[in-house]
């Protein structure tokens, strides 16, 4: 695929896009430019809370409630985790275990484990575990599979 900038000096940006016909590539690269400007609400300290997908590092399911961190601060939800996997989307964000979704854009580093598991370590130094049941699916989608 060939792709072409155009710096500009006023007005808004705006991305087109030409083809044939839609690919699996551009099908994807439009799902990235819709889900990625997305924000979500949720509360934090009773108040309600903006809080930009981009930001997200992960998102967890505890004891029925749902929480979203980000490198500052934890912002308790109003959607089930399930819900929140459908709002991110799956172009940056990977359900890695019954109760995380990941930040794919947000991990520093990787590491394999015994019994097929994945240690993520986050830009922020926090670790997450890729439980053995979505790690091949994890390994493909580094690789660039869906």
Request: hydrophobic letters at 35%.
């Amino acid at each position: 695929m060939k792709y072409t900038i155009e710096h500009i000096s006023q007005g808004e940006d705006e991305v087109i896009l030409r083809c044939h016909s839609p690919s699996a590539e551009m099908e994807q690269l439009i799902h990235f430019l819709e889900f990625r400007s997305r924000k979500l609400i949720g509360n934090k300290d009773g108040i309600r809370t903006v809080v930009e997908q981009p930001k997200i590092l992960y998102v967890e399911s505890v004891e029925g409630k749902t929480f979203a961190y980000t490198e500052a601060e934890v912002i308790q939800m109003e959607h089930s985790l399930t819900q929140m996997e459908q709002l991110l989307g799956a172009v940056n964000f990977f359900r890695c275990s019954k109760s995380v979704i990941l930040n794919i854009d947000k991990v520093r580093e990787l590491r394999s484990l015994a019994s097929n598991r994945i240690e993520a370590t986050m830009c922020n130094g926090e670790r997450i575990m890729i439980s053995r049941t979505y790690a091949s699916d994890f390994r493909k989608r580094l690789k660039g599979g869906r």
